[in-house]
């Protein structure tokens, strides 16, 4: 699990985890629940080596490396 993010823009804690490739239906399910909202944002299918991992909800900044915290998960 990926720790919480503070925005390095503004400092604020209101950060999505950007989630890439083609989402399943039920994701897409899990995303319309309340608990889920401004958790997650949908980053698209064309995935390159230095898309966004987060995104501030507060200013709409983009920041982190993907394939940094995807290593990491891979790691654990």
Request: hydrophobic share 20%; charged share 35%.
């Amino acid at each position: 699990m990926i720790e919480k993010q503070t925005c390095p823009n503004c400092k604020g804690t209101n950060v999505s985890e950007i989630m890439y490739g083609l989402p399943s239906q039920e994701f897409l399910e899990e995303l319309k629940k309340d608990e889920n909202k401004e958790k997650y944002q949908l980053g698209g299918c064309c995935i390159s080596d230095d898309d966004p991992a987060f995104s501030c909800n507060d200013c709409g900044y983009m920041f982190g490396l993907r394939r940094h915290y995807e290593d990491y998960d891979d790691d654990n």
